[in-house]
């Protein structure tokens, strides 16, 4: 016999998100407002720039490829391997609470490179010219494959990417994640229940000019964001630079959420 779940069980309060932006932004950042938030977090690191988040104490191990060699004593990690790992025991026993893939762009450079690798290889054994094609094809199947895989996971997923600007057809400026292929790109944001964007600008007279953060969680000016709100609380600009901030505010019970109105309201 079948036993329905219910969408308010906790398994559906699970958040998975996408933060890209350009350098600079702080995407990185938001892993220690996680861990703050959320509790103890584990992050897949290609990016060699956890520096800005040294004091928050966060676990990681880092990536130099997609499938390659993995050696420990040598600092190098496949993220095939690190995924792997992750389906043990002993990742269980370790209780995270959160995830982090920092970044989804470095993993999809090192994807695109093993799949040519693996194509070539294959062409040379049978003689033949290696598909260009066919590279694309594997390349887009594992990346969208691994994200899916650890979204599905009991937790939390924070994923950063930087961003990347393109036209339409139409000649339209467009601002999506960074990853190969286009096709790549415009599957991935379905996989996600909130696609944020980093945006930077800055205030004030020369003088005294402040760099200000937004969060785009819609599709604005170009800026491919989206964000599974049910209660749509978030507006499509926000003037924050935490997407805990944002969450925080999802998470409040109705009750809450008036006084917040209220006090917003009120100082504004």
């Known amino acids: 016999m079948f036993k329905p779940k219910n969408t308010i069980d906790h398994s559906t309060s699970y958040l998975k998100t996408v933060l890209f932006g350009d350098a600079g932004w702080g995407k990185t950042t938001n892993m220690a407002h ?33 499938a390659g060699r993995t050696n420990p004593e040598a600092n190098e990690y496949s993220f095939v391997d690190i995924f792997r790992w992750m389906k043990t025991p002993d990742f269980a026993e370790k209780d995270y609470k959160w995830v982090g893939l920092d970044s989804l762009t470095e993993l999809s450079s090192h994807s ?4 040519e690798k693996s194509v070539k290889e ?19 199947s594992q990346l969208v494959g691994a994200c899916k895989a650890i979204r599905d996971m009991p937790m939390h997923f924070l994923c950063t990417a930087l961003a990347k600007s393109s ?13 190969d292929g286009k096709a790549t790109i415009e599957k991935l944001p379905g996989i996600f229940d909130c696609v944020f964007a980093g945006v930077r600008a800055t205030s004030g007279e020369k003088e005294d000019q402040k760099v200000v953060r937004y969060i785009i969680t819609d599709d604005v ?3 491919k964001g989206k964000v599974r709100d049910e ?21 409040l019970s109705d009750a809450d959420f008036k006084k917040y109105a209220k006090t917003k ?3 504004e």
Do not use: C
């Open 34 to 66: 996680m861990q703050s938030h959320y509790g103890k977090g584990f992050i897949i690191s290609g990016e060699s720039g956890l520096s800005s988040i040294r004091s928050a104490g966060i676990d990681y191990l880092p990536f130099n490829s997609w």
């Open 112 to 115: 695109i490179r093993a799949a």
């Open 122 to 140: 294959e062409a040379d054994k049978l003689g033949k010219k290696a598909n260009g094609f066919e590279a694309w094809a594997i390349h887009g």
């Open 167 to 179: 036209q339409d057809e139409n000649g339209n400026v467009e601002h999506w994640p960074m990853v």
């Open 221 to 223: 000016r170009g800026w």
């Open 231 to 251: 209660k749509r609380r978030l507006a499509p600009i926000e003037r924050v630079g935490s997407v805990v901030d944002l969450f925080k505010r999802m998470e």
């Open 265 to 267: 309201e009120t100082s």
